[in-house]
């Protein structure tokens, strides 16, 4: 087949099975939308509006549903002819109070070269420097750009929880119109995956943030099924989607997360393997391409949270892998620990003592890559670990930073694991 050909491809648009696809309208999401909407709706009276916090875990739609629903309060807006401008930030990577006033007060000044989607203001002035003024004057820069935006405002400030407890700003900004005396309706939406920093900000700032708090539940399989119909039906070639494969995909991300992002790439990656395998003139996505990319997506998480593990995580992590092929896991701290120490010395690295090998076990833990049983049976309670992810997934992870382990693939196979 010809290397470019358009024949036989499974995707008609692959760009609406990506990750920043906007779907034109959320569907699932009317109760949590509806909510948002009271909130604003006084803005449409040049009235102050309530203040928003939307949180729930990753992938469930809350950045899809904001933008969204902004985009169709600015038509609102502009229908009931009230002047109302947007800046959003995602304050991933931003840590301090500080530097989220500076990035807000940078997004509007970068003119029309916005970073984010649904910033609408841009005005002509210098850039703020990162570093290097105090935060009050920061502060009353942010607030006076907000007058000069000529409007009402809305501030979005996706993945807010990355400041942690440095939180002034969430305390300042809901003030502001009493504090600096500006003359401008300001709303606030504040949009966080961790549940512990809703739980963990300071009472002041929970009273003005949170006036409407919406959390967004897991999708369960249904509702999953439903999202990725309507994505498929526009992103995929008409008719190579086997039965099974959409079901298959919500059932696998229904059960690990509630995700939508996370069926979404199951879906895609299904595709791909599907338009790139052997297919005899028929390219159909099926359910084992399903499964074959929820090995991938697990295998890439394992090598990313792997780039991560210093040299005795990995080592530790290559000792459970040896534990499980052997069929012996879960299995308990001490002997993992026994395991590790031959382990590290044939890798040529000095074991570390239990305590300190402990820790790798609890970051592994974390991260996702091993799961933690409480063995309260018998005498004594211990913990014990296993891999949470594919024995397979793994391996190849740790072939990244071992030279051979074919041993414990075959160790596997005769023990039927793998
Ligand atoms: P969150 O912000 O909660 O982490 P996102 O809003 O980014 O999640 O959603 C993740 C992905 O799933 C995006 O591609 C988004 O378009 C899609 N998505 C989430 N909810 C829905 C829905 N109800 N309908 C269609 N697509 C959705
Ligand atoms: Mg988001």
């Known amino acids: 087949m010809a290397r470019f050909d358009l024949d036989n491809l499974v995707f008609a648009n692959k760009d609406v099975l990506r990750e920043d696809w906007q779907p034109d309208n959320l569907a699932e999401r009317d109760d949590e939308m509806d909510t948002c909407a009271s909130a604003l709706r006084p803005l449409l009276r040049g009235n102050q509006p309530d203040n928003l916090f939307l949180y729930g875990l990753t992938g469930v739609g809350k950045t899809a549903a904001t933008h969204a629903l902004i985009t169709e309060l600015l038509d609102a807006a502009a229908d009931a002819e009230r002047h109302l401008e947007v800046v959003e930030l995602n304050c991933t990577g931003i840590t301090s109070s500080y530097q989220v006033a500076v990035n807000l007060v940078n997004e509007m000044r970068t003119g029309d070269a916005h970073s984010h989607a649904l910033t609408t203001v841009s005005l002509e002035k210098d850039p703020l420097p990162e570093t290097g003024h105090p935060q009050k004057r920061v502060f ?3 607030l ?13 400030l996706d993945e807010i929880d990355t400041i942690g407890s440095d939180d002034d700003i969430l305390y ?10 500006i003359d401008v309706n300001l709303g606030l939406i504040g949009i966080s995956n961790d549940f512990k920093f809703r739980e963990n900000l300071s009472p002041k700032v929970k009273d003005s ?3 409407k708090e919406v959390h967004f539940q897991p999708y369960d399989a249904e509702q999953l099924v439903r999202i990725l119909e309507k994505r498929a039906d526009r992103a995929l070639a008409d008719g190579v989607l086997s039965e099974g494969v959409v079901p298959l995909c919500a059932a696998m991300a229904a059960q690990d997360s509630g995700s939508a992002r996370q069926a979404l790439r199951l ?21 084992e391409h399903v499964r074959r990319a929820e090995e991938e997506i697990q295998r890439q998480q ?5 780039e991560e593990l210093t040299r005795h995580g990995k080592l530790v992590l290559l000792t459970v892998a040896h534990l499980e092929a052997e069929g012996e896991t879960p299995e308990r701290t001490k002997v993992i620990h026994q395991r590790y120490r031959q382990v590290s010395k044939r890798e040529g690295s000095d074991p570390l003592k ?27 309670n211990y913990n014990q670990y296993e891999l949470d992810v594919e024995l397979d997934s793994a391996i190849d992870a740790l ?6 382990l074919t041993a414990v693939r075959e160790t596997a196979h005769r023990n039927h694991v793998l």
């Not at 006076?144 to 979005?156: L, M, N, P, R, T």
């Not at 300042?172 to 005396?181: C, F, H, I, N, V």
């Not at 072939?399 to 051979?404: K, L, T």
């Open 140 to 142: 009353r820069e942010l």
């Open 267 to 287: 879906l895609r990656i299904a595709g791909d393997f599907a338009e790139n395998g052997p297919s005899d003139g028929d390219p159909r996505i099926t359910e």
């Open 172 to 181: 300042e900004l809901p003030r502001a119109r009493k504090t600096y005396d």
């Open 209 to 211: 943030l949170c006036e």
């Open 144 to 156: 006076k750009d907000f007058e000069s935006a000529g409007g009402d405002v809305i501030v979005v």
């Open 354 to 380: 239990r305590r300190a090998m402990h820790d790798h076990l609890t970051d592994l833990t974390l991260q996702g890559v091993l799961t933690k049983i409480d063995d309260t049976s018998g005498r004594g």
């Open 302 to 306: 394992v090598v990313e949270g792997m």
């Open 399 to 404: 072939e990244v930073e071992f030279d051979d």
